[in-house]
């Protein structure tokens, strides 16, 4: 009798963590498709406005050109080329400090986890 009762308890047992990783495994799934989803349509958005900012600085740099085509067009060309570097290398440094301070991925699961550690050590 005291056999099945153990047998039954470590069917429990199992059945349990089992249940409990399936639970957390979905939580993980949830957390790379909620991840997944606001990468890509963050970089839709960051490419389309590269796109046409790129478009609008060139037809902006040409303006600026024809403008000063009889005066100073090598200063002028000069003077754009510098800005768009400059403006380049200052973007470059804030994506590196994003990339720096983003938060972690699997947050959540991570908790849920920690959390089950706790309970099953006590």
């Known amino acids: 009798m005291s056999q099945e009762n153990l047998l039954s308890s470590i069917k429990n047992l199992v059945t349990t963590g089992a249940s409990i990783a399936?639970?957390?495994l979905e939580l993980i799934s949830l957390d790379v498709q909620i991840a997944r989803t606001k990468f890509i349509s963050l970089l839709v958005m960051i490419v389309s406005a590269l796109f046409f900012l790129f478009f609008g600085l060139v037809m902006l740099a040409l303006l600026i050109?024809?403008?000063?085509?009889e005066s100073d067009r090598m200063m002028a060309l000069g003077l754009l080329t510098s800005?768009?570097?400059l403006i380049g290398l200052i973007l470059a440094?804030?994506?590196?400090?994003?990339?720096?301070?983003?938060?972690?991925?699997?947050e959540a699961s991570i908790a849920e986890l920690a959390k089950d550690r706790e309970a099953l050590s006590k």
């Open 83 to 85: 800005a768009f570097l």
């Open 93 to 106: 440094v804030m994506i590196m400090q994003s990339l720096r301070t983003m938060p972690k991925l699997f």
């Open 65 to 69: 050109v024809i403008y000063s085509w």
């Open 22 to 24: 399936q639970t957390r």
